[in-house]
């Protein structure tokens, strides 16, 4: 049900954009984001941004990142400038999402994407 792109190859200092998309039986997206999970490391929150505009940002995220969302098209993206070779992750997209009008509240996670911030 997600569908995340744009990861790549990029030199430091530069930039890259990540898109994900949601779809499927969705009655309404309350939460989307991005963590990462750096090799030997644990998933760690990147940024989240809730449907009422609310956003959180993991401390190497701060400054440098820049989440924002398509409602309509439930799309959730993430900017990402002055990367550096530390930044170089498989990134995962999650919603939490309600599927039907009277149901539990769920989270889901896409594949990943691999960014690998290199000369």
């Known amino acids: 049900q997600l569908q995340a792109s744009g990861g790549g190859l990029v030199q430091p200092g530069g930039s890259l954009r990540l898109s994900c998309a949601a779809s499927g039986n969705i009655f309404r997206i309350y939460t989307m984001g991005w963590y990462r999970q750096i090799a030997g490391k644990q998933r760690e929150m990147v940024a989240l941004?809730?449907?009422?505009?609310?956003?959180n940002y993991g401390d190497s995220a701060k400054g440098r990142f820049a989440i924002s969302r398509d409602n309509n098209k439930n799309i959730v993206y993430l900017q990402m400038t002055s990367l550096k070779p530390e930044d170089t992750a498989v990134y995962f997209c999650?919603?939490?999402?309600?599927?039907?009008?009277?149901?539990?509240?769920?989270?889901?996670w896409g594949e990943g994407t691999l960014v690998t911030v290199s000369s």
């Open positions: 999650y919603a939490a999402l309600r599927s039907f009008a009277v149901g539990p509240v769920a989270g889901y």
């Open positions: 941004l809730t449907s009422t505009s609310d956003t």
